[in-house]
């Protein structure tokens, strides 16, 4: 966090005034995502040994639209056992996260500098992630088509929401089910924001997205599904 705080000025990379507010603001909040993704995770494994699997099964994260890493960098801190991939449009954010991953030595983590739409069609990362999680990037029916592409049928997206989410996600189930996906729960996280308790969107990946997903750079945003 320091050294977030002291690029801030260079680079606008949080909204938060001091040291305290960007613990609680990033930190806090990114931690607060464990438990969804710990059960995820446990699915995982399970699903590994039920096929016959040997050894640990990688389980592989996506974070969408990382800004300056986070969540996925606290995530990959606290479960170095994962993969965790950061995923940014804007250069000098992925070099900041960058920068900051070998300050620290966190041997997890990848960063990616790419749009969503890119990526999503890349052989590289469309449909190869266990997880693709986002925070603040979008609404729900456009988080959709720029997470669901990455992750592989079985997967899950995680968004992370303010607590008045539900018309929202309501407004992007058609998205979703295009997408090939499924939602199966909004649940209350152990996070709070300024009007209230913050909630995780979870959604099932059912089957492969079709081929014409994501769309061109700028295309979910400017005509979503």
Not at 83 to 94: A, E, G, P
Not at 180 to 205: E, M, N, P, R, Y
């Amino acid at each position: 966090m320091e050294l977030l705080m002291t690029q801030n000025a260079k680079m606008n990379l949080t909204a938060a005034a001091d040291m305290e507010e960007a613990f609680q603001m990033h930190v806090e909040d990114s931690l607060a995502l464990l438990p969804a993704l710990d059960a995820v995770a446990s699915e995982h494994a399970q699903t590994f040994d039920l096929h016959g699997g040997h050894g640990h099964p990688e389980f592989r994260i996506i974070d969408v639209g990382s800004g300056a890493g986070l969540p996925g960098a606290i995530i990959a801190i606290a479960r170095p056992a994962w993969k965790v991939t950061l995923l940014d449009s804007l250069r000098k954010r992925c070099q900041f996260v960058e920068m900051a991953v070998q300050h620290i030595g966190i041997q997890n983590i990848q960063v990616v500098w790419s749009r969503a739409e890119e990526a999503g069609q890349s052989q590289k990362h469309r449909e190869v992630y266990d997880v693709a999680i986002a925070r603040a990037v979008a609404r729900m029916r456009v988080l959709a088509e720029l997470c669901l592409p990455m992750v592989k049928p079985g997967g899950y997206c995680l968004a992370a929401k303010g607590p008045d989410c539900q018309a929202e996600v309501a407004e992007a189930e058609e998205a979703i089910a295009i997408l090939q996906g499924k939602l199966v729960s909004i649940s209350k996280v152990d996070a709070f924001g300024s009007v209230g308790q913050h909630v995780a969107v979870l959604v099932k990946k059912v089957a492969h997205t079709p081929a014409q997903y994501p769309r061109q750079p700028g295309k979910p945003g400017k005509r979503p599904l």
